[in-house]
Each structure stands twice: as C-alpha cells, then as structure tokens.
C-alpha cells in the first residue's frame, strides 16, 4: 500500500516555463513534507519542504503547495532550466511509523531547450 | 566536507556470497538509515538507527543486518545475497528527526549474479 503516490513517471517542459510537479499522500498522519532532486549517480538532495500547518512555502524559483484536504501537493519551478532535469522525490514524515521518510516512486523531470 | 560516506560505490556479488557496505557521516547526526532504490519503486527503507545503540526495522528489512558502531558510523550486512538484492544502496543521515530532512550518500551499486 503506497502511502506517497507520484503518479507521472516522467514530464516535459520547455526551458523558461512552469514545471508542476504533483505529489498525492494517504495517511493523514504525515506532519512534514519534503522535494528531493536527484541526479544520475548520485546520492538525492535536499530542495524544499513545507510542514502540514502551512500551505505554501517558497524559496527562488521553487515553491511547494500543500493541500491537507484533498492530501495533494505540488512542486512548482519558475522558470525551468536545463539544470533542473533530474529526478524528483516527494517525500513524507511523520506517518507514525518508522523514523525516516516515505517517498514517492519519483517523476523524471527533463527540460527541452 | 565529506557529509555522508558509503563505500564500496560499485560491488558484483554471487548468490549466496556475504558483504557488508559501509557508511559513515561527519556532521553528528544522531539518526542514520538504509535505504534501497530500485527502478520505478522509489526509495524504501531497510533499517534505521535513531541514536547510537539502537536499530529498528524499516519497510524492507528481510535479508539484512545492521550495525551502529557509534555515533559516526552504520553497516549493512548481506549475510547470503540474493538476486532480488541487486540495487542501488543509499545511506542517510539526520539531526533534526520533526522535520525529516535527510542528507544522502552518493549510493553503492550492488549486483548479484
């Protein structure tokens, strides 16, 4: 039972637009949530969170929405660059289970020129 | 500024054949974790250690031992590789477990023939 679902394994966008990057979870008990960037061969790092009390957060191009009650949120890049082509994680804490993170299953972002 | 430290990045083992992988993390975490990342699965949870002393299962744990030595450093120790073992290893670490936020190794690569 996936508890972080990301349901496009892989999106496209032109250089300079909004990417969007969706993020669906199950249990309500998740109180914090995170965007991981991942390139090929390499570990993932760390991009963004927002915690559950908040439904927005922003830092440059990056924001993240959240909406509790529809247990949706979003990543959004304004404006996308050739370097942002990766894969991105969402991520959940909190789900009053184990220590650590659930994560989604990743949607590979590539930005065209 | 080495952050977290996994070694050996790249290992081909027969079935049946033991290894242990090898993690260490310089910024004094308290947690640390295993975790395992497959194609279109994502990133699962084998084990974790939220203090030195202590390990707990995560999501995934059959087929695996671990070890927090101290502080500093936590093993992952096949102990008969299996095939279904063949994957990407990654090891994390934490300090502050509210909000989630992991710093990731760059990964070792595991083959079993």
């Known amino acids: 039972d996936q508890q972080v679902k990301q349901n496009s394994p892989s999106l496209s966008v032109q250089e300079g637009r909004i990417s969007i990057l969706n993020c669906d979870y199950t249990n309500s008990m998740f109180d914090y949530f995170l965007w991981y960037k991942k390139y090929p061969a390499e570990g993932p790092t760390f991009l963004i969170s927002?915690?559950?009390?908040?439904d927005k957060n922003e830092d440059g191009r990056f924001t993240v929405f959240l909406n509790k009650s529809a247990k949706h949120l979003s990543l959004h890049i304004v404006p996308s660059q050739p370097g942002d082509s990766a894969v991105y994680f969402c991520a959940a804490a909190g789900g009053g289970g184990a220590d650590g993170l659930t994560f989604g299953k990743g949607t590979h972002l590539i930005i065209q020129p | 500024n080495a952050g977290v430290t996994q070694t050996p990045k790249f290992q081909v083992l027969k079935t049946g054949q033991s290894m242990t992988l090898q993690c260490a993390q310089d910024?004094?975490?308290?947690?640390m974790y295993w975790y395992r990342q497959d194609p279109g699965m994502g990133l699962r949870l084998i084990y974790y250690s939220a203090s030195e002393g202590t390990t707990d299962k995560g999501e995934v744990p059959n087929g695996y031992n671990v070890s927090r030595l101290n502080k500093r450093e936590f093993s992952l120790r096949l102990e008969s590789a299996a095939p279904s073992q063949t994957s990407v290893y990654f090891c994390?670490?934490?300090?502050?477990?509210?909000?989630?936020?992991?710093?990731f190794g760059e990964g070792s690569r595991l083959t079993v023939l």
């Open positions: 994390a670490s934490s300090e502050a477990r509210e909000s989630g936020e992991l710093f």
């Open positions: 910024m004094n975490h308290n947690s």
């Open positions: 927002i915690s559950s009390i908040k």
